[in-house]
C-alpha cells in the first residue's frame, strides 16, 4: 500500500480484556516497529522485526504484550489482560532496510476503561 | 545512555512570528539527528534530518543544524504559520541499531 495502514484507529477495552492491534507495513518493507506513545510524552520502543524474525522485544513492558509478524508482512500486538496503565497510542513503522528511516502510520489509540 | 532533551511546550506564537524549538542531545558517536512532526490525528512524520556536524536539514521553510560543539538541533522558521501547529519531536538512532530514542515532544499552537 501507499503507507503504513493501523486498525483500529480507535478502541476501548475495559480493564481485563484482551485487544489485537493490527500493522499493514508499506509493501516490501523488511523492518517492521512498534512504538507505544503514553499522553503527552514521546514514542517509546517496543519491539522490532526483521522479516518474520522477531529481532528485539526489549522494550515490551511486560509479559502481557506480545507481538508477532508470521509471514514477514502483517503484524500484530496483542495485549492480554489490559490494564489503565496501557492506555496510550500505539505506533507502527516499517523500513524498506536498516538504516534507511522510518514511515509511521497514524496508530491505534488504546483507552482502557 | 543516548537521550534527547528539547524544550517543553506548549508554545504558543502568532503567525509570521519567528520559531525557535531547542533541542540538546547525550549520544555516544555522532548520529544523524531528525526532527519529526506529529499533526493533530496523524502518525509522525519526519520533517528533516541532518547526518553529520555541521549538516544543516531543511524543509517545509523548518531548519535545523547539527552542532556537534553544544550537542545541539535546534529548529527553526522565520515565519510560521496556523498550519504549522503540531507536536514536534527531536530524536535519534540510538547507536548501534535501528531503534530510535524520541524527546517528549514540544506543542506549537499558531493563532491566526
Known amino acids: 500500500g501507499a503507507g503504513v495502514s493501523q486498525s483500529p484507529r480507535y478502541k476501548v477495552a475495559k480493564r481485563g480484556q484482551d485487544v489485537a492491534l493490527r500493522c499493514d507495513p508499506i509493501s516490501g518493507h523488511v523492518s517492521l516497529f512498534w512504538y507505544q506513545q503514553a499522553l503527552g510524552q514521546g514514542p517509546e520502543f517496543l519491539t522490532y522485526f526483521q522479516n518474520e524474525a522477531q529481532l528485539d522485544k526489549s522494550g515490551l513492558p511486560s509479559d502481557r504484550f506480545f507481538a508477532e509478524r508470521p509471514e514477514g508482512s502483517v503484524s500484530t500486538l496483542k495485549i492480554q489482560r489490559t490494564q489503565q496503565e496501557d492506555s496510550a497510542v500505539y505506533l507502527c513503522a516499517s523500513s524498506p532496510t536498516r538504516g534507511y528511516g522510518y514511515t509511521f502510520g497514524s496508530g491505534t489509540r488504546l483507552t482502557v476503561v | 545512555g543516548d537521550s534527547v532533551t528539547q524544550m517543553e511546550g506548549p508554545v504558543t506564537l502568532s503567525e509570521e512570528a519567528f520559531l525557535t524549538i531547542n533541542c540538546t542531545y547525550t549520544a555516544t558517536g555522532y548520529p544523524s539527528l531528525f526532527w519529526y512532526v506529529q499533526y493533530p490525528g496523524e502518525g509522525l512524520q519526519l520533517l528533516l534530518k541532518a547526518t553529520k556536524a555541521d549538516d544543516k536539514g531543511s524543509n517545509k521553510g523548518f531548519e535545523a543544524t547539527y552542532r556537534k560543539e553544544t550537542t545541539s538541533f535546534h529548529l527553526e522558521k522565520g515565519s510560521v504559520q496556523v498550519s504549522d501547529s503540531a507536536v514536534y519531536f527531536c530524536?535519534?538512532?540510538?547507536?548501534?541499531?535501528?531503534?530510535?530514542?524520541f524527546g517528549k515532544g514540544t506543542r506549537l499552537h499558531i493563532l491566526p
Open positions: 530524536a535519534l538512532p540510538r547507536d548501534g541499531d535501528d531503534k530510535i530514542i
